[in-house]
């Protein structure tokens, strides 16, 4: 792969090929990125409402074992 790029400018290098794979792969960049970061916020909504439900059980079990 060094052979390859041995000889050009560096422009070409660090600036050309990376935008050219931007421009090939975004699409599958953007959907990867989509998909992780709804997944990521369903994790977060899903604890949020675990929690909510675990610090209400509590609350309620807690005030009403006293009336047992």
Do not use: C, D, N, Q
């Not at 953007?30 to 709804?38: E, P, R």
């Not at 990521?40 to 909504?45: D, E, G, R, T």
């Not at 899903?46 to 675990?54: D, E, P, R, S, T």
């Amino acid at each position: 792969m060094r052979e390859i790029f041995t000889g050009l400018p560096w422009w070409v290098k660090w600036i050309a090929v990376p935008v050219i794979a931007l421009v090939v792969f975004g699409s599958l960049i953007a959907t990867v990125l989509s998909i992780v970061i709804g997944l990521l916020f369903k994790v977060l909504v899903f604890v949020a409402l675990v929690g909510g439900l675990i610090y209400i059980v509590r609350r309620f079990t807690s005030g009403s074992s006293s009336r047992w």
